[in-house]
């Protein structure tokens, strides 16, 4: 592969607001392998003058959806194998092309995903798995309609099913070990009801300790950690309880629970644009009234939520959770988050936080030596104005993963 040396760089990872100036960045294969205050001598290399723009780590999405080919995950639970795999790889293609170089999926992606980016075959970010997430009979994620006589095994072989149905302790311990098996990272634990659901809503409770502090010792054996879908604070509160380290939405979190989770260093992964492109898409996805009113509820506590939780300092990462069409609002999150958070530490949320989620530090999320070659050239000044880093990469004139670029504007 080629060199490229990145000239007079502003380089941005969300470490400090100013960034650092006159940086000069050499690009070696697929890892970044110099980084340097001063010129760097190569005479093979491709240069590049960045003067006025700014140098970004590639994005982290620590919560999508890959196989969402649907906005209706019950739908989407139903659809043909074959069908789903190729929604999918439009759906990477979408993400990369907005600047994301890794994410982390929180339900359905397989290793054969894995393996199929790595080898060249799609092309996408970088993607860390954990199989399908567990759900309780009736819990939510189980798509089941109240007059269906199915077994809930059916979900287990759809590609486009989020999760699997297990209950009671033996069999939640021989799922989590069954997805390690199939190349999980980690282990997903639908904990809570949805944001908007009428068929398991949001304060029902999701699965006994007993069965959560089951799932958390077969991540603590298998050197991983769980992540749980919560939405309120009685629900954040028992997960904590059981030594969980990753908690995904966190709607309604209270001061003492956040303290909590700071306290245990937790990481909180908060996906308001998912209710934001519902509520914009209503009409177009023919929603129900109360669906969306239930939404909008939900959506107005997210910068409320966002306040709590970093008055007590406690670690956010970047996430979206937005599904079918609604894809194109990926990047949302940044400006909905800047309601209630400064630019920088929304930044950070997408980049060092989110690469110490998914446990890639000093690998992604960082400009640096010995770093993944995931570089972004932005136009404008992301710290004073995050929809630099929205519109679909407009303002991005390079996007690079791994030493290759995805989107090359610049002029040599």
Not at 101 to 109: E, S
Not at 159 to 168: A, F, K, M, T, Y
Request: hydrophobic content about 40%; proline content about 3%; charged content about 25%.
């Amino acid at each position: 592969m080629p060199s490229y040396i990145f000239e007079n760089a502003r380089i941005v990872d969300g470490s400090n607001e100013d960034g650092e100036h006159d940086r000069f960045v050499r690009v070696s294969g697929n890892v970044i392998d110099e980084v340097s205050d001063k010129p760097i001598r190569d005479s093979n290399a491709h240069r590049f003058d960045l003067r006025g723009k700014t140098v970004m780590p590639g994005l982290i999405d620590c919560h999508v959806h890959i196989n969402s080919g649907v906005a209706d995950p019950a739908e989407n639970s139903f659809l043909p194998n074959e069908l789903v795999a190729y929604h999918s790889v439009r759906i990477l293609k979408g993400m990369l092309n907005r600047g994301f170089t890794t994410v982390r999926d929180l339900g359905g992606a397989t290793v054969a995903q894995v393996h199929a980016i790595e080898q060249g075959l799609i092309e996408g970010p970088r993607l860390v798995i954990c199989g399908k997430a567990m759900v309780q009979t009736g819990g939510h994620s189980d798509y089941r309609t109240r007059y269906d006589m199915i077994s809930g095994d059916r979900q287990l072989d759809q590609l486009g099913s989020v999760g699997r149905i297990v209950d009671g302790v033996d069999d939640c311990r021989r799922a989590a070990r069954d997805e390690v098996r199939k190349g999980a990272r980690f282990i997903k634990v639908m904990a809570n009801g949805g944001a908007a659901s009428s068929h398991f809503p949001r304060p029902y409770l999701g699965y006994s300790m007993d069965e959560l502090r089951a799932f958390q010792d077969e991540a603590d054996k298998a050197k991983m950690y769980v992540s749980v879908h919560t939405h309120t604070d009685e629900a954040v509160a028992r997960a904590l309880e059981c030594g969980i380290h990753s908690i995904e939405h966190a709607t309604l979190i209270t001061p003492q629970t956040a303290a909590t989770a700071a306290k245990q260093g937790a990481i909180v992964t908060p996906t308001i644009a998912a209710y934001e492109a519902q509520i914009r898409e209503a009409d177009a996805l023919k929603l129900d009234p109360g669906f969306v009113e239930r939404l909008k509820w939900v959506r107005a506590r997210g910068p409320e939520s966002l306040e709590t939780m970093r008055a007590a300092g406690v670690k956010l990462a970047y996430g979206t959770d937005v599904l079918g069409s609604m894809h194109s609002y990926q990047s949302e999150e940044f400006l909905i988050r800047a309601e209630a958070l400064p630019a920088i530490e929304v930044i950070k949320s997408a980049t060092l936080t989110a690469a110490e989620l998914v446990r890639m530090e000093g690998k992604v999320g960082t400009i640096a030596a010995g770093a993944f070659a995931d570089l972004l050239v932005v136009d404008k000044d992301p710290v004073k104005d995050l929809s630099a880093l929205g519109s679909q990469g407009r303002y991005m004139s390079a996007i690079m993963k791994d030493g290759a670029f995805v989107k090359n504007q610049l002029a040599a």
